[in-house]
């Protein structure tokens, strides 16, 4: 790997912990704290999703915070301006908050199907 690459990774991997840190202060007041997997992240680094996607699309998901914060729930976000598809896992903290885990994302004009069979699609 060169330098050039090594340092464009660091200024991505940046990108990421500000985009996760604007998402947090978006939804800590509402009690959900949101986690990126390894492939979430590996998506913003390859630009594959574009980070501004990301914020438009969650700032209009803030309406289903009261409806997902159970333990176990599981879903897809759709949304039809961006087409985002991200499916999504809630678990629940120690300090009687939630944690949203974001698995992958995919730019999709079509809806895709969730893995999972009960999984709800959120269309934002």
Do not use: A, C
């Amino acid at each position: 790997m060169r330098w050039s690459e090594i340092l464009e990774n660091l200024r991505n991997y940046r990108e990421v912990r500000v985009l996760k840190t604007e998402l947090n202060q978006m939804f800590n007041k509402r009690g959900l704290f949101i986690k990126f997997s390894d492939h979430f992240i590996q998506r913003l680094m390859q630009r594959r999703i574009e980070e501004n996607d990301v914020k438009y699309t969650f700032s209009k998901f803030s309406k289903y915070v009261p409806k997902i914060t159970k333990p176990g729930y599981h879903g897809m976000i759709f949304d039809e301006e961006t087409y985002l598809n991200i499916p999504f896992r809630v678990t629940k903290r120690d300090d009687e908050q939630y944690s949203m885990i974001l698995f992958t994302s995919v730019k999709d004009k079509k809806q895709l199907k969730p893995q999972l069979t009960d999984s709800e699609i959120l269309k934002v």
